[in-house]
């Protein structure tokens, strides 16, 4: 195992020191807060983009979902939700050309989870509520072929504070099971990735009895079943937001840490296919906030991990895209953004070569916060 403790200011980074080219940037929303937090590249170069908005729909924030071409255009956008607040976390693609997304629903005397399907137009196939009698929310979705698996954080499932919350779905979306599988302190799942044995992976958060945490990843059997975990992470509050399979088999792990300099640092770490650590790194620049909020691999197994940081940029906190390679060393990391906060929440590969990348700004855009797309053409 090796951890590389990188203080990216060695590098002399500014914004987008790279191939990487804007091909187009684009705002969606109105004059309330509107954020995008997944984003899906579609088969005709288009997007499939889910977020929040408080522009439009029935109450005071709804689940924003919306379809794109290659050049931005917005060709039709939904929203779902009630008087209450509710909000889409993670968006998926169907083989028949529809979709699924997870968040979270207004219940009235707190929160549940949402499972939506849709079709290629974005009309409800059927909306589902999962919840227990305490506040749930769902992060995550992987579509299967018989069904849907979920994560997210449950308080009503009797472990802890909080516990990691794994949902098992039929293919109409009826709750076939579910797992916590927290401890005694607040936990939380984030992502969830099938792998090809039938199980799944997952990555969140552990607590400790100092009301800290660690990064958590762990590997679950077709039933949901827990075969191993890791825990990661130092002496303060450390996250993990997203994982993802790589190609040469193993995982990679992104999302920040509290425990490696004075501000928060962005975190990614490399498993093996057992859960064995190959080597963490922990990223900033000592003296600003960084986050990462999803990680993906490319054909390569570079890693890539998309979120923000204040260290860079044009003012406040702008959008950041990190690659490492496959020993864990810094490459490259653009970032974009205005005078205010900007923040990338997801990102996907486009068949180019470039990257679609999604996330909230206040720099650009008619209201308070806008949902921010940037396409670009090459590698960062």
Same mark, same amino acid.
């Given at each position: 195992?090796?951890?590389?403790?990188?203080?990216?200011?060695?590098?002399?980074? *500014?914004?987008?020191?790279?191939?990487?080219?804007?091909?187009?940037?684009?705002?969606?929303?109105?004059?309330?807060?509107?954020?995008?937090?997944?984003?899906?590249?579609?088969?005709?170069?288009?997007?499939?983009?889910?977020?929040?908005?408080?522009?439009?729909?029935?109450?005071?924030?709804?689940?924003?979902?919306?379809?794109?071409?290659?050049?931005?255009?917005?060709?039709? *956008?939904?929203?779902?939700?009630?008087?209450?607040?509710?909000?889409?976390? *993670?968006?998926?693609?169907?083989?028949?050309?529809?979709?699924?997304?997870?968040?979270?629903?207004?219940?009235?005397?707190?929160?549940?989870?949402?499972?939506?399907?849709?079709?290629?137009?974005? %009309?409800?196939? +059927?909306?589902?509520?999962?919840?227990?009698?305490?506040?749930?929310?769902?992060?995550?979705?992987?579509?299967?072929?018989?069904?849907?698996?979920?994560?997210?954080?449950?308080?009503?499932?009797?472990?802890?504070?909080?516990?990691?919350?794994?949902?098992?779905?039929?293919?109409?979306?009826?709750?076939?099971?579910?797992?916590?599988?927290?401890?005694?302190?607040?936990?939380?799942?984030?992502?969830?990735?099938?792998?090809?044995?039938?199980?799944?992976?997952?990555?969140?958060?552990?607590?400790?009895?100092?009301?800290?945490?660690?990064?958590?990843? %762990?590997?679950?059997?077709?039933?949901?079943?827990?075969?191993?975990?890791?825990?990661?992470?130092?002496?303060?509050?450390?996250?993990?937001?997203?994982?993802?399979?790589?190609?040469?088999?193993?995982?990679?792990?992104?999302?920040?840490?509290?425990?490696?300099?004075?501000?928060?640092?962005?975190?990614?770490?490399?498993?093996?296919?057992?859960?064995?650590?190959?080597?963490?790194?922990?990223?900033?620049?000592?003296?600003?906030?960084?986050?990462?909020?999803?990680?993906?691999?490319?054909?390569?197994?570079?890693?890539?991990?998309?979120?923000?940081?204040?260290?860079?940029?044009?003012?406040?906190?702008?959008?950041?895209?990190?690659?490492?390679?496959?020993?864990?060393?810094?490459?490259?990391?653009?970032?974009?953004?205005?005078?205010?906060?900007?923040?990338?929440?997801?990102?996907?590969?486009?068949?180019?070569?470039? +990257?679609?990348?999604?996330?909230? *700004?206040?720099?650009?855009?008619?209201?308070?916060?806008?949902?921010?797309?940037?396409?670009?053409?090459?590698?960062?």
């Amino acid at each position: 195992m090796r951890s590389l403790l990188l203080t990216i200011l060695a590098f002399g980074l *500014s914004p987008f020191v790279s191939s990487a080219q804007i091909t187009w940037k684009r705002t969606y929303g109105g004059y309330g807060v509107d954020r995008a937090y997944s984003v899906r590249q579609l088969a005709d170069d288009g997007s499939i983009v889910l977020g929040s908005t408080g522009s439009f729909g029935a109450g005071g924030g709804d689940v924003y979902l919306f379809r794109i071409d290659n050049s931005g255009e917005r060709l039709w *956008s939904r929203t779902f939700g009630g008087p209450g607040v509710d909000q889409g976390n *993670s968006v998926r693609v169907l083989d028949d050309g529809g979709y699924v997304f997870v968040g979270s629903t207004d219940a009235g005397n707190g929160y549940d989870g949402s499972l939506v399907r849709t079709d290629d137009s974005g %009309i409800a196939v +059927f909306e589902k509520s999962i919840g227990t009698t305490d506040w749930d929310f769902l992060h995550d979705v992987q579509a299967l072929p018989d069904g849907f698996l979920a994560v997210g954080t449950s308080y009503g499932t009797g472990n802890g504070a909080g516990d990691i919350w794994l949902v098992r779905t039929d293919l109409n979306g009826d709750t076939l099971w579910t797992r916590s599988l927290g401890g005694a302190w607040s936990d939380e799942g984030r992502s969830v990735r099938a792998t090809p044995d039938g199980g799944a992976v997952l990555a969140g958060g552990i607590g400790r009895d100092d009301g800290d945490g660690d990064v958590v990843v %762990i590997k679950v059997d077709a039933a949901g079943t827990e075969e191993w975990r890791t825990e990661l992470g130092g002496d303060s509050l450390d996250l993990a937001m997203s994982v993802a399979l790589l190609p040469g088999g193993g995982y990679a792990v992104g999302g920040w840490s509290d425990s490696y300099y004075p501000e928060r640092c962005m975190y990614v770490a490399k498993l093996d296919g057992q859960g064995q650590l190959e080597w963490e790194n922990p990223l900033s620049t000592a003296d600003a906030d960084w986050e990462g909020h999803e990680v993906g691999a490319d054909a390569s197994g570079n890693i890539l991990l998309a979120g923000f940081t204040k260290a860079y940029g044009a003012g406040g906190a702008d959008f950041y895209l990190l690659t490492l390679d496959t020993d864990g060393q810094y490459v490259n990391g653009p970032t974009y953004g205005g005078a205010g906060d900007d923040q990338a929440w997801s990102f996907d590969f486009c068949a180019d070569g470039g +990257f679609i990348v999604a996330g909230g *700004s206040e720099s650009f855009g008619p209201g308070n916060a806008a949902a921010l797309i940037i396409r670009t053409n090459g590698q960062p």
